[in-house]
Nanobody, 120 residues
Framework: QVQLVESGGGLVQPGGSLRLSCVAS????????MGWYRRAPGKQRELVAV???????NYADSVKGRFTGSRDNAKNTVYLQMNSLKPEDTAVYYC??????????????WGQGTLVTVSS
């Protein structure tokens, strides 16, 4: 069974930093895209940062310059370094992967979510 396990969420003051991690475990053949989405209270889920297997990263405009996504392909792990956090960054953050457990059989997988709360 393949799963994504996130860690690193919590409570932080405005202007602070947090680092999220997500590990893909199980019988994985290949991972295409990995990244992060979030769902704020009362809002729809939105893209935060996604990273291709080649390292190209796409960010939401609201986090550009503050958040940095990265991957360690050898460890099937994706990270999200969040700096200069704002109250509006408060959300459940979900890890995402587009991966395959056998050749040419790619599918989307989501983590269980980790809560990030930015508040004084």
């Amino acid at each position: 069974q393949v799963q994504l396990v996130e860690s690193g969420g919590g409570l932080v003051q405005p202007g602070g930093s947090l680092r999220l991690s997500c590990v893909a475990s199980g019988s994985i053949f290949s991972i295409n895209t990995m990244g992060w989405y979030r769902r704020a209270p009362g809002k729809q889920r939105e893209l935060v940062a996604v990273i291709t297997s080649g390292g190209s990263t796409n960010y939401a405009d609201s986090v550009k310059g503050r958040f940095t996504g990265s991957r360690d392909n050898a460890k099937n792990t994706v990270y999200l370094q969040m700096n200069s956090l704002k109250p509006e960054d408060t959300a459940v953050y979900y890890c995402y992967a587009h991966l395959a457990t056998m050749p040419y059989k790619y599918f989307e997988l989501w983590g269980q979510g980790t809560l990030v709360t930015v508040s004084s």
